[in-house]
């Protein structure tokens, strides 16, 4: 079997109780597997990913391309997602952008140099109530202004 630890074994066994078959629990199973592999899905994670779950490589790869919340090449030790639909664009989403990329050195799809964060832009990241907001990994932070972010975005390196 793949070279996955003990734990994230664990949890996924415990994952595919919950559903009639294996495959049905392949996406929450894989936000265990990118956690555990760095952050995102290398070519032997795919494969190791697709034995695990007993399906064609191919199948993993596509799930992978498809979402955004997966990765198919290294990101930083965190990732950023700034929402940039219209609730958080009316209310300075693209502003803040412009900020990110002036004080951090990075736009979307980009990694700071230090390796702290990647950055993106995301669609509507269901907080519109309350925008602008930006995922920081799961953490939501919301109803954001320049200081808040250079707050947030600082304390990540
Ligand atoms: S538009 Fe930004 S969270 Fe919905």
Redesign the pocket.
């Known amino acids: 079997m793949a070279d996955f630890s003990p734990e994230l074994l664990a949890k996924v066994k415990d994952l595919w109780k919950r559903y009639p078959e294996r495959k049905a629990a392949l996406l929450p199973a894989m936000h265990l597997i990118q956690k555990e592999r760095g952050g995102w899905f290398s070519p032997e994670t795919i494969r190791d990913t697709a034995e695990l779950f007993e399906v064609p490589d191919i199948h993993v790869q596509g799930i992978v391309g498809f979402y955004d919340m997966f990765h198919d090449e290294p990101v930083g030790r965190h990732v950023v997602r700034l929402?940039k639909?219209?609730?958080?664009?009316l209310r300075g989403?693209d502003e803040l952008r412009a900020h990110i990329k002036r004080t951090f050195g990075v736009d979307h799809g980009e990694t700071t140099k230090d390796g702290a964060f990647t950055f993106r832009c995301f669609e509507?990241?269901?907080?519109?109530t309350t925008?602008?907001?930006m995922l920081v990994d799961e953490e939501r932070h919301e109803n954001l202004t320049a200081e808040k972010v250079d707050r947030v975005l600082g304390g990540l390196r």
């Open positions: 929402c639909t219209l609730s958080c664009k989403a509507c990241l269901g907080h519109c925008a602008p907001m």
